[in-house]
């Protein structure tokens, strides 16, 4: 073997290695910093408390930890059914041109940019209401979760043999119990696992939150009402001149990637153990 | 068969309904022929025999999930048209002089584009340059070089990376990335790289490169993953054939697998772009936000979706929000674009889900 031919080979497996390295070192930077610096900030008071005035020492950001609970839950209860639903569409019904076209517009969503729905929502729930809310966040939010909810969904309804459907159907089961009871219900574990990927993505959503939900510095459960976001209140305290706030961005930073990697490890575990493994 | 049917009756195109009575004799196949057709009067025979009552719920469920469909449909276009309308001042305004305007000047209520457009393309393309040799590397190492045991593993890792919020991302770059570009990547580029007039002036950590090297990490997962995709799909065969004929790994892996991958990959890093040029956050975290079109990458600049951000909620006057949707319908656009041109490359190699099952 020529000795360009040997070199080559070995320095294509050492960029190869190098990049792996390189692409890693970032990854747990940012986890190192995160326990480093927002580990110490995590107290009783972070966790319970409301913030306090630009400046002062002190405070949490309970009601941000809560008003990420409540935009959740809206987009939650917005974005699972439809997405769900169109899924069921897809892959039950949408076998034609209408299909296409209803997977590609749920592509498109999928690509739009967060900041772009974040518009979309401000002109067409906050306008109307003439002020911020926790419901706009949450109708931002849940539009970006349909697309991922119902492609996966799609793709596990897809993947349960039609001879099952075929057996049901053959009991004299109606078609809405067969899809309902038979297919949804082999599927479950893949639909799960796609709806908690789709929480985990816009569980740190921010730029969406920025004119729909706006944050808030006191307590609020009314989803009428500004509300205050764990994520928002990072971007705040982030770019604030305080170190105190400094510090307190970094805890809700860590607070927010665990109830992110929380729910991605969840899926993982569940999944692995259930049927559709590798889902 | 022909001669045999009636010539009073000519024969049906073969519906799908038609083809299991092919055994049937001439003589009843054309007496049948007249109606629906056996099969399907069977069909209807039996489903008249399911009463009303369990018929309703079916229709109502197909509607149910008709309507959940259509409701997908019915938010792009709501999207499209609320971006379209409410900018429509602007668009009446200025019109095309808006892309390539240079001042924005919310004062005096003067608005070109030209910063954020600039900054939005410059962003990416620096990402995307970082992003792309490492992305592939990253992939080759995970599919060909890596043991077996790790494969899994890195491969998690990496898709771990796409799961943390931009704006985690934000902080880390003003909080680490930053300091560590003023005091050390920064000097050392302007000793080195200087003369480029890319690497000069004031160095602030925050600014272009910066934006451009967060956004790369974030681009990598997109671009890795959909890389190790196509190579999977890439058969051994192919692998083993190039193996036989004496090439060294690399070898392998540029002939036989990289050559057939190249058009996913292609789809792959235009993914990426997508990405990248809708990202908000950390950009505007970490970019400087000013509208300006500075040469040097240690200057700050200005994104598409950043001034959106930074300044919707700020804007006084119609004009000035108006502007501001005007850039968010243009950002939309180009990754309507981007996106559906990556999909149809992506596609085309891996025979995409949709196609296959359409």
């Given at each position: 073997m020529s000795l360009w031919r040997r070199f080559a080979n070995q320095g294509a497996t050492a960029f190869a290695t190098i990049a792996a390295v390189l692409v890693l070192v970032p990854l747990l930077a940012i986890f190192a910093y995160l326990v480093l610096k927002g580990l110490g900030s995590v107290n009783m008071a972070f966790l319970t408390q409301t913030p306090k005035p630009p400046g002062e020492v002190g405070g949490g950001m309970a009601n941000a930890i809560v008003g990420t609970g409540l935009i959740l839950a809206v987009a939650s209860v917005i974005g699972l059914p439809l997405g769900i639903g169109s899924g069921i569409y897809l892959a039950e019904y949408g076998r034609n041109r209408f299909g296409d076209l209803i997977r590609f517009t749920a592509d498109v969503l999928n690509g739009v940019p967060s900041i772009v729905i974040g518009i979309a929502a401000y002109s067409l729930v906050v306008v109307p209401q003439k002020h911020f809310s926790a419901f706009s966040g949450g109708v931002a939010l849940g539009i970006m979760m349909i697309p991922t909810v119902a492609r996966a969904t799609e793709e596990m309804l897809l993947m349960v043999p039609n001879v099952v459907r075929e057996a049901a159907l053959g009991l004299g089961i109606p078609k809405w119990r067969t899809t309902l009871s038979i297919s949804l219900r082999t599927a479950s574990a893949g639909v799960i696992t796609g709806c908690m990927l789709a929480f985990a993505r816009v569980a740190g959503e921010t730029a969406p939150l920025l004119f729909t939900a706006f944050g808030n510095q006191f307590w609020n459960l009314k989803l009428n009402q500004p509300t205050a976001a764990l994520s928002l209140q990072v971007f705040t305290y982030a770019i604030s001149p305080y170190d105190d706030w400094h510090k307190q961005a970094w805890a809700g930073a860590l607070v927010l990637i665990i109830l992110i990697v929380g729910a991605v490890a969840a899926v993982r575990v569940t999944t692995s153990r259930g049927m559709m493994k590798g889902a | 068969m022909p001669d045999n049917v009636n010539p009073m009756n000519p024969p049906e195109p073969p519906g799908q309904l038609q083809k299991?009575?092919?055994?049937?004799p001439p003589l009843a196949q054309a007496d049948k022929r007249r109606e629906p057709g056996i099969a399907a009067a069977g069909l209807k025979k039996i489903r008249n025999t399911i009463p009303r009552s369990s018929r309703i719920p079916d229709a109502t469920f197909g509607v149910i999930i008709l309507v959940s469909a259509i409701s997908v449909f019915a938010i792009v276009v709501l999207v499209v048209w609320e971006l379209v309308d409410k900018s429509r001042l602007s668009l009446h305004q200025f019109g095309l002089s808006f892309f390539y305007g240079h001042d924005w000047d919310p004062v005096n209520g003067n608005f070109g584009a030209v910063p954020f457009v600039y900054g939005t393309l410059v962003s990416s393309f620096l990402a995307l340059l970082l992003a792309v040799p490492l992305a592939i590397g990253v992939a080759v190492y995970i599919t060909e070089i890596c043991p077996q045991r790790l494969r899994a593993i890195i491969s998690f890792l990496v898709e771990l990376l796409a799961a943390i919020p931009s704006v985690i991302y934000g902080l880390w770059g003003i909080f680490v990335l930053a300091p560590l570009l003023r005091t050390y990547v920064e000097p050392f580029l302007a000793r080195t790289l200087g003369w480029t007039g890319f690497f000069s002036g004031p160095m602030y950590g925050l600014g272009m490169l910066a934006a451009g090297i967060i956004m790369a990490i974030m681009v990598v997962p997109v671009i890795a993953s959909i890389t190790r995709e196509v190579m999977t799909a890439v058969p051994q065969n192919q692998r083993e054939a190039v193996l036989a004929l004496g090439a060294t790994r690399w070898e392998m892996i540029r002939i036989g697998v990289l050559r057939n991958a190249r058009i996913g990959i292609v789809g792959g890093i235009i993914l990426g772009l997508g990405r990248a040029l809708g990202e908000t956050m950390a950009v505007t975290m970490v970019i400087g936000n000013r509208p300006e079109v500075a040469k040097s990458l240690f200057a700050p600049g200005y994104t598409m979706a950043s001034v959106i951000a930074n300044e919707f909620t700020e804007a006084t006057g119609d004009l000035y929000l108006s502007a501001l949707i005007e850039i968010g319908l243009a950002l939309f656009i180009v990754t309507l674009v981007v996106n559906a041109l990556a999909r149809l490359l992506v596609w085309s190699i891996t025979g995409g889900t949709a196609r296959v099952r359409a």
């Amino acid at each position: 073997m020529s000795l360009w031919r040997r070199f080559a080979n070995q320095g294509a497996t050492a960029f190869a290695t190098i990049a792996a390295v390189l692409v890693l070192v970032p990854l747990l930077a940012i986890f190192a910093y995160l326990v480093l610096k927002g580990l110490g900030s995590v107290n009783m008071a972070f966790l319970t408390q409301t913030p306090k005035p630009p400046g002062e020492v002190g405070g949490g950001m309970a009601n941000a930890i809560v008003g990420t609970g409540l935009i959740l839950a809206v987009a939650s209860v917005i974005g699972l059914p439809l997405g769900i639903g169109s899924g069921i569409y897809l892959a039950e019904y949408g076998r034609n041109r209408f299909g296409d076209l209803i997977r590609f517009t749920a592509d498109v969503l999928n690509g739009v940019p967060s900041i772009v729905i974040g518009i979309a929502a401000y002109s067409l729930v906050v306008v109307p209401q003439k002020h911020f809310s926790a419901f706009s966040g949450g109708v931002a939010l849940g539009i970006m979760m349909i697309p991922t909810v119902a492609r996966a969904t799609e793709e596990m309804l897809l993947m349960v043999p039609n001879v099952v459907r075929e057996a049901a159907l053959g009991l004299g089961i109606p078609k809405w119990r067969t899809t309902l009871s038979i297919s949804l219900r082999t599927a479950s574990a893949g639909v799960i696992t796609g709806c908690m990927l789709a929480f985990a993505r816009v569980a740190g959503e921010t730029a969406p939150l920025l004119f729909t939900a706006f944050g808030n510095q006191f307590w609020n459960l009314k989803l009428n009402q500004p509300t205050a976001a764990l994520s928002l209140q990072v971007f705040t305290y982030a770019i604030s001149p305080y170190d105190d706030w400094h510090k307190q961005a970094w805890a809700g930073a860590l607070v927010l990637i665990i109830l992110i990697v929380g729910a991605v490890a969840a899926v993982r575990v569940t999944t692995s153990r259930g049927m559709m493994k590798g889902a | 068969m022909p001669d045999n049917v009636n010539p009073m009756n000519p024969p049906e195109p073969p519906g799908q309904l038609q083809k299991p009575m092919t055994s049937i004799p001439p003589l009843a196949q054309a007496d049948k022929r007249r109606e629906p057709g056996i099969a399907a009067a069977g069909l209807k025979k039996i489903r008249n025999t399911i009463p009303r009552s369990s018929r309703i719920p079916d229709a109502t469920f197909g509607v149910i999930i008709l309507v959940s469909a259509i409701s997908v449909f019915a938010i792009v276009v709501l999207v499209v048209w609320e971006l379209v309308d409410k900018s429509r001042l602007s668009l009446h305004q200025f019109g095309l002089s808006f892309f390539y305007g240079h001042d924005w000047d919310p004062v005096n209520g003067n608005f070109g584009a030209v910063p954020f457009v600039y900054g939005t393309l410059v962003s990416s393309f620096l990402a995307l340059l970082l992003a792309v040799p490492l992305a592939i590397g990253v992939a080759v190492y995970i599919t060909e070089i890596c043991p077996q045991r790790l494969r899994a593993i890195i491969s998690f890792l990496v898709e771990l990376l796409a799961a943390i919020p931009s704006v985690i991302y934000g902080l880390w770059g003003i909080f680490v990335l930053a300091p560590l570009l003023r005091t050390y990547v920064e000097p050392f580029l302007a000793r080195t790289l200087g003369w480029t007039g890319f690497f000069s002036g004031p160095m602030y950590g925050l600014g272009m490169l910066a934006a451009g090297i967060i956004m790369a990490i974030m681009v990598v997962p997109v671009i890795a993953s959909i890389t190790r995709e196509v190579m999977t799909a890439v058969p051994q065969n192919q692998r083993e054939a190039v193996l036989a004929l004496g090439a060294t790994r690399w070898e392998m892996i540029r002939i036989g697998v990289l050559r057939n991958a190249r058009i996913g990959i292609v789809g792959g890093i235009i993914l990426g772009l997508g990405r990248a040029l809708g990202e908000t956050m950390a950009v505007t975290m970490v970019i400087g936000n000013r509208p300006e079109v500075a040469k040097s990458l240690f200057a700050p600049g200005y994104t598409m979706a950043s001034v959106i951000a930074n300044e919707f909620t700020e804007a006084t006057g119609d004009l000035y929000l108006s502007a501001l949707i005007e850039i968010g319908l243009a950002l939309f656009i180009v990754t309507l674009v981007v996106n559906a041109l990556a999909r149809l490359l992506v596609w085309s190699i891996t025979g995409g889900t949709a196609r296959v099952r359409a």
